[in-house]
Each structure stands twice: as structure tokens, then as C-alpha cells.
């Protein structure tokens, strides 16, 4: 009996170190997972934004579709045809706080107008949630200077900036290894473009 109650005592410590490890694992794989939807995201979605002016409205309501500032981002991209909402859709990042925590939120509406009888929806999206830290920056040209350096905000403009820098740090200590991301824009890279962008910007870019 004494044999018998230290075996099931071992055998119960096992299964406990067992699920323990496992939900560990679980939790692991969890947490990278999280941090490549974000990866993906910006990869696929930022990286296809397409330079569009919303000229179906008033001249004076006109205004062009990418607009950026350091924890909010607006610009138009395409779904695929396969996709159940496919066409030009207007994508607007802000970083919101609910509860106490801070995160944040996609929203996706259609970015031209639908047609008469057509149902108009809007999707909001939570993309990560627990945002200790999101800081966006771009590089483009400074209109004073005509050198390309990074801007805190990219408003008003008439194109798209060349690359857009992502920052993301999680409460937990989690944070998306730094992005940057080449932009679509009416021309590509110059070799004398290039040479103003530091040098680690460069490699990204030519990834």
C-alpha cells in the first residue's frame, strides 16, 4: 500500500508538471502568434497602400487618402477578389484605451461610394490588445529642406511617404521587433534617393 500511494503520488506530480508545461507551451505559441497577425498585417495590408484622392466628393471636402500621425494611421488598400468585401477599402489604425488598457483598433469601410441600394458596412477589428508603447514614423521629403528624413506625421500631403516605421511594445514585455515598411508611390527608389536613407533603412528596404 505504501509502494502503491508513491507511485500514484508520482504519477499525479507528472500529470501536474505535465499540464503545466503544456499550457506554458500553449500560451507561448499564443504570444508569437499574436505578434505575427501584427506582422502580417502591416505587411500585407500597409505595404499594397495605394495613393488615392477621394475625388467623388466636393472639391473642397477633397482630400487624399493616406494620412498619418504617431498612434493613428489612415490609408486605402485593396482586398482580393476571392475575399467577401473585395475593392479599395479605407483602413484606420488608432490606438484607443478600454478598461485601462490600450489597444488597437482597425476599422475598414468601403472607400468609394456604394452604389444606390447597396448595403454599407463597417467593420472595427481589434488588432492587439494590451499596447504598452505604438509609435509610427515616416520618411519622406521635407518641403523646406528637399532632404528625406522621418516625420512624426505625414498630413496634408499629395503622395505617400516612402517608408512608414512601426514601434510596438506590449504590457507584458512583448514587443514587434522594429518594421519598416516601402510604400507604394508614383515613382520607385532613385540611387540618389537611396543614398539619404541611413543605411538600415536601406537594407529593409531592398528586402
Known amino acids: 500500500m505504501t509502494l502503491l500511494s508513491l ?25 508569437v502568434n499574436e ?13 499594397h497602400a495605394t495613393p488615392q484622392w477621394n475625388d467623388f466628393e466636393p472639391e473642397k471636402d477633397r482630400v487624399f487618402s493616406f494620412q498619418g500621425k504617431k498612434e493613428t494611421l489612415q490609408f486605402v488598400a485593396a482586398f482580393p477578389a476571392s475575399a467577401e468585401r473585395a475593392g479599395l477599402q479605407l483602413f484606420l489604425l488608432e490606438l484607443k484605451e478600454k478598461d485601462k488598457q490600450r489597444f488597437i483598433s482597425v476599422t475598414l469601410t ?12 463597417q467593420d472595427d477589428v481589434e488588432l ?5 508603447n505604438f509609435e509610427l514614423a515616416y520618411f519622406g521629403l521635407n518641403d523646406e529642406t528637399g532632404e528625406f528624413v522621418w516625420h512624426n506625421e505625414w498630413l496634408n500631403k ?7 516605421r512601426i514601434l510596438l511594445e506590449l504590457d507584458d514585455g512583448r514587443y514587434l521587433p522594429e518594421m519598416i515598411v516601402a510604400l507604394n508611390v508614383d515613382s520607385p527608389y532613385s540611387n540618389a534617393d537611396l543614398e539619404s536613407v ?10
Open 110 to 121: 468601403p472607400f468609394f461610394p456604394l452604389a444606390e441600394g447597396a448595403e454599407w458596412f
Open 128 to 132: 492587439v490588445r494590451g499596447v504598452q
Open 35 to 47: 505578434i505575427a497577425v501584427v506582422q502580417q498585417f502591416f505587411n500585407h495590408h500597409l505595404a
Open 158 to 164: 499629395e503622395q505617400q511617404p516612402r517608408l512608414v
Open 7 to 31: 507511485m500514484v503520488v508520482l504519477l499525479f506530480s507528472s500529470l501536474t508538471i505535465g499540464a503545466k508545461s503544456w499550457e506554458q507551451g500553449e500560451k507561448k505559441i499564443a504570444d
Open 198 to 207: 541611413p543605411t538600415e533603412d536601406v537594407e529593409d528596404v531592398a528586402q
